[in-house]
Structure formats: C-alpha cells, structure tokens
C-alpha cells in the first residue's frame, strides 16, 4: 500500500511523494532553550516492518520518539500517518488513527485482575469507557476478544490474577496487551526491555515480534542485541541527526556509528 506524503526536495520544495511508508518525518526538529535535542529528522518508517531508533546517550531519541508519539510539538518540521498530516495533533488523536504507544503510559489497574485490565482497554477501543461498571452483561461480551490478546502475550493462564501481583515483565505483557487493544495499526515501543531480568528479555523479544505480524513496530532500545535479532530497519541518532541507516548488519559496521558510540563509552 502507498501512502501520498510531503517531501521537502534538496532545493527547500515541497513536493508530494509516493512511498510504502506508514510515517514520515521530515525536516523534524526540537530545541530546548538553545539545546538543539532534534535537527532536521529525516524519517520514513514501511509499513509492515519493525524499525528500531538507536544512538548513544543524549543523541535526541526520546525527544524523537516524543515528537512521533505527538506528546511533544516539534520547533520545525511535518510528520504524516498514512499521509495524514499529524503535526500538531494530540496523542489520543493520533490514537484514534491507529499510532499507539505502548510502554509507559499504557493504563493498567493494578487492583483489577489481568482479564478486566484488557476488557477497559477494550471498552476504551469502543468509547464506552464510563459505562465499563455498569453493565455486567456488556462486558462479558468482550471476553472473547479479551482472551485472544491475552493469548496473543502469554497471559492467558492468569486472566484471574491481579495485575499488581504480576511479575515486572509479565505486568508489561499486560500492557502491551492493553495496547493491542486499541488495535495500533503502528505501534511505537519505548525501550521494551528496559528493567527487564535476562530472561524476560529473550520472552518479551518474542512478543514483539509476534506483535509486529500484522501491525508495524517502531522501537527506542538501548539493548543492541534485541535490536539485532527485531529489527529489519535502523536509524541511527547522534547529536540529533541521523547518522546512518540500514539494516543491522549495514549500520553496526558504519565507522561513523562505531565512533559515536565508543566516544559516548557505549563501547
Ligand atoms: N526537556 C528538556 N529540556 C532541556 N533539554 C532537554 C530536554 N529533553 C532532552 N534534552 C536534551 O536534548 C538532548 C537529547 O536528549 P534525549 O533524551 O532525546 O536523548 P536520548 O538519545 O534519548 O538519550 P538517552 O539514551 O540518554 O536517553 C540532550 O542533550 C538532552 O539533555
């Protein structure tokens, strides 16, 4: 599927342009009282990929992620969804058109059980969310919706549990399954594995990459293994540029990636 997005040609034009891409960034930048935190983006993200932001500490790809999720307003630049022009729409707008960010503002009630947690969310998907206590009857319609997301992130043999009982990587299962959902058609993921144990990592890369089947999955991750073994596309950040792009394997032995991250003592 092709998607119409704005293109700001080498000679400052704005043209209309035909790409498979889901979201575009172009010409994106932020500055923080004089820190310039994002410089000129370029971002073209396909649809049905998984695309990973990486670059050493301070490189600009929180302040990216922000600006892609909408919880921050770009100082210049456009970004489209499916050739929606997003720029200066709200996050639950942008929601609503099917870019969900997951890890981090994801509501799960640790007092309800992991069933009743993805009912809301699902109650939250029709709009209905404040007719959620009211009707018994309505709700147990969802559960069969309910049982496939928990199926989709392994949670189905503690649909009963409270979610504040869940372990650390098991509660972010839940709300990635509170995510899904709102069914994101591009699903934004802030470092998925931070805080994780080794062996939740190697389950949630799993989940993932389960998760980006039908939907497409853009990712901020610190952990460059899991970006390895995710990502079919990465852009690289440094000082709020983008410094490369590419595969893993095409990126990783770009000299300048390699020093940026060693002179930031990544190593
Ligand atoms: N709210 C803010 N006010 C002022 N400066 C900011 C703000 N947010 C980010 N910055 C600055 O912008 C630059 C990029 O920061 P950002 O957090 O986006 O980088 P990052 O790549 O996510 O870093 P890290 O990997 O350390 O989280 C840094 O110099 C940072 O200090």
Not at 128 to 134: G, K, S, T, V
Not at 190 to 207: F, H, Q, S
């Given at each position: 599927m092709f998607a119409q997005a704005?293109?700001?040609?080498?000679r400052g034009r704005w043209e209309t342009v035909e790409v498979d891409a889901i979201l575009l960034a172009r010409g994106l930048s932020k500055s923080f009282r004089g820190i310039q935190a994002v410089d000129g983006v370029n971002l073209t993200v396909r649809r049905g990929t998984i695309h990973a932001l990486i670059?050493?500490?301070g490189a600009g790809k929180t302040?990216?992620?922000?600006?892609?999720?909408k919880f921050l307003n770009p100082t210049k630049g456009v970004i489209t969804f499916n050739g929606h022009d997003i720029t200066r729409r709200s996050p639950a707008d942008v929601a609503r058109l099917g870019l969900v960010r997951s890890f981090q503002i994801s509501a799960v009630f640790p007092q309800l059980t992991v069933l009743e947690n993805v009912r809301v969310a699902l109650q939250r998907k029709r709009r209905?969310?404040?007719?959620?206590?009211?009707s018994d009857?309505?709700?147990k319609k969802l559960d069969g919706r309910a049982g496939q997301l928990l199926e989709e992130v392994g949670l189905e043999g503690q649909s009963s549990h409270r979610a504040a009982d869940l372990s650390y990587g098991r509660k972010r299962a839940l709300e990635l399954a509170t995510t899904l959902a709102l069914e994101p058609e591009l699903l934004l993921l802030?470092?998925?594995?931070?805080?994780?144990?080794?062996?939740?990592?190697?389950?949630?890369?799993?989940?993932i990459k389960r998760s980006a089947r039908n939907r497409t999955v853009l990712m901020?991750?610190?952990?460059?293994s899991v970006v390895a073994a995710l990502s079919d596309e990465i852009t690289v950040l440094a000082r709020g540029h983008v410094l490369a792009e590419g595969s893993y394997a095409t990126v990783s032995r770009d000299e300048r990636v390699i020093a940026s991250y060693i002179g930031s003592g990544h190593g």
């Open positions: 704005p293109l700001k040609s080498g670059g050493p500490n302040t990216c992620f922000n600006l892609l999720t209905d969310n404040f007719a959620f206590w009211r009857r309505v709700l802030d470092e998925p594995m931070a805080g994780m144990a080794v062996e939740e990592i190697e389950r949630t890369a799993d989940l901020v991750e610190h952990n460059l």
